[in-house]
């Protein structure tokens, strides 16, 4: 009866000794065999929530590194069109893209690196920067969508945060992607980054004109 008391699913549970063929030893070996089963199913459902928790990670890692990809082909055919068709004028250009690009694509070897070292993930670096440069960049990288005009807001003074750079890269390429996704293909399209401060904080805002979130 104690023993039946204890039976727990994911913790060991100790099979009972009873030598003699009656109806008690009939119930123990019933237990004995139930509590095998329930040894077995506790290693599957382990076995599942691992496998569950490497495919959201997956699933996550594959949406960080798809989010960037499109608006950095857009920059290139971007460039690639003002090339061919004003080619004196192109090294500005071909300075701040290249940036942006570069910037962007260590952001993704970071984030391959996290998948790889997952034990360490998510590990911030944190650092002081210009968070200025960094808004400026990634609107700089999502601009170009079609349909959709991606308006900046700067203020004129330099803000210096302490945080994880590439983090914060993230965010801003998830909020504006999820922004640009969230506006109807029948609408024109108008979001809105901005940059300014409160309350002696620097407050990075990304709005848009989409279908929004429900209340509750």
Do not use: C
């Amino acid at each position: 009866g104690e023993k039946l008391q204890e039976v727990k699913l994911g913790k060991p549970n100790t099979p009972l000794d009873w030598e003699t063929k009656d109806e008690v030893g009939t119930l123990i070996a019933e237990y004995n065999k139930m509590i095998k089963k329930l040894d077995d199913s506790a290693n599957l459902l382990a076995k599942s929530e691992r496998e569950g928790a490497w495919r959201e990670m997956a699933k996550q890692v594959a949406h960080e590194i798809k989010n960037p990809l499109t608006p950095m082909k857009l920059s290139i055919q971007y460039l690639k069109h003002a090339f061919q068709s004003n080619p004196d004028n192109i090294e500005p250009l071909m300075q701040r893209v290249s940036n942006t690009l570069i910037e962007q694509i260590d952001n993704l070897a970071h984030i391959a690196n996290e998948f790889s070292n997952f034990a360490k993930m998510p590990r911030a670096n944190n650092e002081e920067f210009v968070v200025n440069d960094l808004v400026e960049s990634v609107h700089d990288l999502f601009k170009e969508v079609k349909s959709t005009d991606v308006f900046l807001t700067l203020p004129q003074k330099d803000y210096t945060v302490f945080a994880d750079r590439k983090q914060l890269m993230r965010v801003l390429n998830n909020l504006i992607k999820n922004a640009v996704e969230a506006i109807p293909e029948e609408k024109d399209g108008a979001i809105k980054v901005s940059l300014f401060e409160r309350d002696a904080m620097a407050v990075i805002q990304v709005s848009d004109n989409g279908v929004g979130i429900p209340e509750e």
